[in-house]
Nanobody, 120 residues
């Protein structure tokens, strides 16, 4: 069935790097988009990045552009979010989400999230 499972979160020191994974099943990445979002406790959900399997486009939020890279491995059916130069403000639960058409449009399915804590 259609499913998204995030992993790779954990504790990292400021300035460090982390790679998050979004393992997908039940659909072909080529025909959908996968977005990464984050939400800190008590704060609104924020878009981080998105990749379109349909046209190959990638997008990044200005707040994290230059510090994150989104990639898709179609063979492994997994989308990755590589983060570096992490700051304390990056502490949040990170979610991946499935979209039916284009990045920026509403997403239909969400994973359970993976917690990232940036602290010394």
């Amino acid at each position: 069935q259609v499913q998204l499972v995030e992993s790779g979160g954990g504790l990292v020191q400021p300035g460090g790097s982390l790679r998050l994974s979004c393992e997908t099943s039940g659909f072909n990445l080529r025909y959908y988009v996968i977005g990464w979002f984050r939400q800190a406790p008590g704060k609104a959900r924020e878009g981080v990045s998105c990749i379109s399997g349909r046209d190959g486009s990638t997008f990044y939020a200005d707040s994290m552009k230059g510090r994150v890279t989104i990639t898709a491995d179609n063979a492994k059916k997994t989308v990755y979010l590589e983060m570096n130069s992490l700051k304390s403000d990056d502490t949040a639960v990170y979610y991946c989400a499935l979209g039916p058409r284009r990045c920026g449009e509403p997403y239909d399915l969400w994973g359970q999230g993976t917690k990232v804590t940036v602290s010394s």
